[in-house]
């Protein structure tokens, strides 16, 4: 059955199981307070833009944040995608002539 817990013991006297609803209690509480507060002050913030100009003015600043890649990089990582995609049709293909034999020994076609 469900056992009462005391919430007033000390967390150092305190099982682990009472620990982790103890926390879990705290925690969820924290997180009730921050989402609070964080709404009302952005209710209180600007106005949102709309329409396309923040669409693209939006995609401008995330264009921003990306790393590309050298020329370099880019040529290796496409060797390495070219190299694994023969590799992996070459695995396929001799699976598939593998079933293809047994199926001509086991079922006597051919």
Do not use: H
């Amino acid at each position: 059955m469900a056992k009462d817990i005391d919430l007033t013991k000390d967390v150092s006297d305190a099982t682990p199981d009472e620990t982790e609803v103890k926390s879990s209690k705290e925690d969820k509480a924290a997180k009730a307070k921050d989402s609070k507060g964080k709404d009302a002050k952005s209710r209180r913030g600007k106005k949102p833009k709309k329409g396309i100009v923040k669409y693209f003015k939006d995609a401008r600043s995330e264009f921003k944040k990306v790393v590309w890649p050298t020329p370099k990089q880019t040529t290796n990582n496409t060797v390495v995608v070219l190299v694994v995609c023969i590799l992996a049709a070459l695995f396929i293909f001799g699976i598939d002539a593998l079933f293809g034999l047994l199926n001509q020994l086991l079922l006597g076609q051919g």
